[in-house]
């Protein structure tokens, strides 16, 4: 993955921002076994949400629905929303035509009743939007007093640490756009994210009326080490963690 300068020359016919649909077959594929989200991120998540049996859940920016498999074979009652069609035709094809899955954006309304879910999980979705604002009030107003919202997110201090060693003038305290270019499955896409540092991150939070009851830099799965050798070869054999992405549970006040 390239980090490209805010300021690059777009070229005469560029290709969509976060094109999910373009790239749906590709990046499912690669995040079904990857460490960083096979290994890593969604062992983490599982392991914050704890016992859901029983529990509704709403997956918000399920894509093709990886993490609402293992929550669903956990005993949750889960519904799946994205805004990508294409991530969610490759959703059901995993989790059957029964699967509660809708075309949802989660910078909109939206389209369930106040109090309708237990937990809200939003894993690598919120770093895609400028204003959090919107979004967190409409997961408060889903979730039922003392529900928790569970949120993963680039790593703010990371994604500062990546500018810096490329070269690029760090700028922690703002809140910016960042554009990166992907490989994924051959081909090559355009994404843009928003960064924002942590006291951002936090004040938004409770500006929604959540509050913060854990926050995570949690290992890798023991597993990952046999798995990707190459990719942790100069980790110690001790050290089970590195900077990549930052994870909450909040709970709704």
């Known amino acids: ?15 969509p921002l976060n094109d999910y649909d373009g ?5 499912t594929a690669e995040n079904e076994s990857n460490l960083l989200n096979a290994y890593y991120e969604r062992p983490a998540m599982l392991e914050l949400a704890g016992d859901v049996a029983g529990r509704r859940i709403l997956d ?7 993490l609402f498999a293992e929550l669903r074979d956990r005993g949750a009652v889960v519904t799946g929303v994205d805004a990508s069609a294409g991530m969610l035709e490759l959703a059901r094809k995993r989790l059957g035509a029964d699967a509660d899955l809708l075309v949802a954006d989660l910078a909109g ?31 408060r107003r889903v979730l039922k007093p003392g529900g928790r919202l569970l949120v993963s997110v680039d790593h703010p201090f990371s994604v500062t640490l990546f500018q810096h060693l490329a070269g690029e003038k760090p700028r922690y305290f ?11 499955g051959g081909q090559s896409v355009r994404m843009r994210f928003w960064d924002r540092p942590l006291h951002a991150m936090t004040e938004a939070f409770t500006a929604a009326g959540f509050r913060i009851g854990v926050v995570s830099e949690p290992p890798f799965a ?5 798995l990707f050798p190459e990719e942790l070869r100069e980790f110690e054999p001790t050290r089970t963690r590195f900077l990549c992405f930052l994870f909450f549970v909040l709970e709704a006040a």
């Open 60 to 66: 918000a920016g399920c894509g093709a629905g990886p």
């Open 23 to 27: 790239m749906a077959g590709g990046y």
């Open 174 to 184: 703002e809140t910016r756009s960042r554009a990166d270019e992907w490989t994924v």
């Open 109 to 139: 309304p939206l389209p369930f009743p106040d109090e309708a879910f237990d937990d809200v999980v939003a894993s690598l979705v919120l770093h895609y939007l400028e204003d959090w604002a919107p979004t967190l009030a409409e997961l």
């Open 222 to 226: 023991p597993e990952a080490r046999e």
């Open 1 to 15: 993955m390239t980090t490209m300068p805010d300021d690059h020359v777009e070229t005469a016919n560029p290709s």
